[in-house]
């Protein structure tokens, strides 16, 4: 799993707007890099989320969620992404919670 600390370098913050997270650029070594984790293959676009991994005599092939292969030396560093991480507290903002409507109670007489 890839994390700032053990990235061999990290960038810079990259903002995302909501609900997407954002991310930290990121440099790892290619022996860290597991499905699941993200990648930059492109400087120019957001990461990748790596789908598998093959080494085979020194070069790592990367395949995304899309099915497009990239392939890199197997020992050297590769442009990664560190997701941030989720807030704990999943509750709605104060300004998006909704009040309860209470229901107009029954005034009447016998019917």
């Known amino acids: ?13 990259e903002p995302v707007a909501p609900p ?3 991310y930290t650029l990121t440099m790892h070594h290619s022996s860290l890099i597991d499905p699941g984790d993200l990648w930059r293959p492109n400087p120019d676009e957001h990461p990748h989320v790596v789908r598998s991994i093959d080494r085979f005599e ?3 092939t990367i395949t ?3 099915g497009h292969s990239f392939h890199y ?3 050297g560093l ?3 992404a560190v997701a941030d991480p989720r807030a704990a507290n ?3 903002p104060q300004t998006w919670a909704r009040r309860l409507r209470r229901r107009p109670e ?3 007489g016998d019917e």
């Open 64 to 66: 995304d969620q899309d």
């Open 1 to 13: 799993m890839l994390t700032l600390a053990n990235a061999a370098l990290v960038v810079h913050h």
């Open 106 to 108: 029954h005034q009447g």
């Open 20 to 22: 997407s997270l954002g």
């Open 58 to 60: 020194g070069r790592l």
């Open 78 to 80: 590769v442009p990664t």
């Open 90 to 92: 999943t509750r709605l």
């Open 73 to 75: 030396p197997s020992d």
